[in-house]
């Protein structure tokens, strides 16, 4: 099946929506192991394919559908400065709105800690880590990536200890590749922003005070855009049914939010519940310009 007779057919059954990261034409050599990143080129590429089958809609729109089918969207997670530095054009060109979800405490002078995750591996510090951080269990199996962001292992305990052992090696900071100043976030008609969580933690290693803190602090971060405008959905940091729970509903519906945005590699059918919060499924596109779908079209 060529990718457009797959998305035409797509687009009689489900909504698509897609959900990007890194928008790099080269992406940071520190970042770019075990980074999800998609040049722009290809996401040009990609986005005019599903536009030839689908009706772009900002997502906030699309979650309010009850039937969702043929109508699309574009999410970015993690406030990557290559979405504005790099990927705006392409959907300025296109008129396709895009929500961007970010974390509050880059903005406060953090590190995202999935960076200083990837700098630890890519700089070929895993085993010294190891040997240091004896406040993070490993897991048989799991490699550090992954063990790392493990619903068991309590997330900001693991950032605490990234933070003490990169200040023992007395490396350089780590570079910061998100956007980190509120006044770099553009106003522009096409671009909205959201709540990633304040850290992005994995909200269902945490309890029910840091939950609360991670989703209010963003949530005021945002409120001082003025003239942006906000998404009411949180993309939930990992987006697996694991990495939230229903102490995560509650906290974001007294927030005032209206669900959950998921990555789960899925198309959106229309609304289902999981933690007893709605719901929309996203799609992560790999950076190849066709078979970007795997999978989604079975
Ligand atoms: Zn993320």
Not at 180 to 185: F, K, N, Y
Request: glycine share 8%.
């Amino acid at each position: 099946m060529t990718a457009d007779a797959g998305l035409e057919a797509l687009a009689d059954r489900a909504a698509l929506v897609l959900l990007y990261h890194g928008a790099w034409t080269t992406p940071p050599t520190e970042l770019a192991g075990g980074l999800h990143n998609v040049p722009p080129v290809v996401m040009r590429s990609q986005l005019a394919a599903v536009g030839r089958h689908f009706e772009w809609v900002d997502v906030d729109t699309l979650a309010a559908m009850s039937d969702p089918r043929g109508y699309a969207a574009v999410t970015f997670d993690d406030g990557y400065r290559s979405v504005f530095d790099e990927a705006l054009p392409v959907f300025e060109a296109l008129d396709v709105p895009i929500t961007v979800y970010l974390n509050g405490a880059v903005f406060e002078g953090r590190v995202f800690w999935r960076d200083k995750v990837r700098l630890v591996q890519n700089r070929g510090w895993v085993d010294a880590f190891e040997r240091f951080a004896d406040n993070v269990p490993r897991i048989p199996g799991r490699r550090f990536y992954r063990y790392t962001k493990d619903p068991g292992t309590n997330s900001a305990r693991v950032d605490a200890e990234l933070d003490r052992f990169l200040a023992s090696r007395a490396a350089a900071p780590p570079p910061r590749y998100c956007v980190d100043d509120v006044d770099d976030l553009p106003r522009h008609d096409l671009v909205a922003y959201g709540n990633h969580g304040h850290h992005h933690y994995v909200m269902s290693s945490l309890d029910a005070a840091q939950q609360a803190a991670e989703v209010d602090r963003t949530a005021r971060l945002l409120e001082r855009l003025r003239g942006g405008r906000l998404s009411r959905w949180f993309s939930v940091p990992f987006g697996d049914a694991r990495d939230f729970d229903a102490a995560t509903t509650a906290v974001i519906e007294a927030a005032g939010y209206r669900g959950v945005l998921l990555s789960r590699g899925r198309v959106h059918d229309r609304p289902r519940r999981l933690h007893g919060a709605g719901s929309v499924e996203r799609f992560m596109p790999t950076d190849s310009p066709l078979a970007f779908w795997p999978g989604a079209l079975a």
